[in-house]
């Protein structure tokens, strides 16, 4: 059973666990005093709809009075999903973190080497390998979006991005249409969980539904 306060829940990116957000969770939980849950799935064997399925049960679990949602690459589409199929949660706000929102050239150009397509998995391949037209629905709860710029990562070499990237997405793939607010950094797709102008922008995001200035 919960206790009806706050509580953020981290959703990791294809191939991780969550634990690389460690840092980043220490941080949100010193400046907003809220508890910081990380939700582990698999991403390469699970569908998106076993993994929302899987999401909803720990929200469930967690019952919390306000729930703010935080998604790493594809994490952020994991909520994005959780929240078209199950849009009754308690109040909150969300931030993606590298999220490829309209598609991913860097995961489509992967899926065309047979060894990589394999590790890729179903998630990937439900999600990530068509051009979709997602747009935010939820005007409740504000979403806001924090690319980086820092090209490190091998996807840039997949992808040959001519754009603004961090090293595994383009800016230009981050962006949401009926988002409150994007801000982008200097900083890598993993970099940006180790940053800590990154974390002051998601705590002001989920403080204030707006990113800070003072970044």
Not at 38 to 44: C, D, G, L, P, W
Not at 74 to 86: N, Q, T
Not at 134 to 154: E, I, N, Y
Request: aromatic residues 8%; charged residues 20%.
């Amino acid at each position: 059973m919960g206790d009806n306060s706050t509580h953020v829940i981290y959703v990791h990116g294809l191939w991780l666990n969550g634990t690389e957000s460690l840092v980043l969770s220490k941080r949100i939980q010193r400046e907003l005093g809220a508890q910081v849950h990380r939700f582990h799935y698999s991403s390469v064997s699970s569908t998106m709809a076993d993994i929302t399925s899987q999401l909803q049960a720990y929200v469930r679990r967690l019952a919390p009075g306000t729930l703010h949602l935080i998604g790493h690459s594809l994490g952020g589409l994991v909520i994005y999903r959780f929240l078209e199929r199950y849009p009754q949660q308690a109040p909150g706000r969300v931030v993606f973190l590298g999220t490829p929102a309209v598609t991913s050239r860097a995961a489509v150009a992967a899926a065309r080497l047979r060894w990589l397509a394999t590790l890729e998995g179903r998630c990937v391949a439900e999600e990530l390998l068509t051009e979709r037209s997602r747009q935010w629905a939820w005007a409740d709860r504000p979403l806001g979006v924090l690319a980086g710029t820092r090209r490190v990562g091998l996807g840039q070499f997949l992808a040959r991005f001519t754009e603004e990237c961090d090293g595994t997405v383009a800016v230009s793939e981050t962006r949401m249409p009926g988002a409150s607010d994007f801000v982008t950094l200097p900083v890598s797709h993993m970099g940006m969980l180790l940053s800590a102008r990154v974390a002051r922008q998601v705590c002001a995001f989920l403080r204030d539904g707006r990113f800070s200035l003072r970044a």
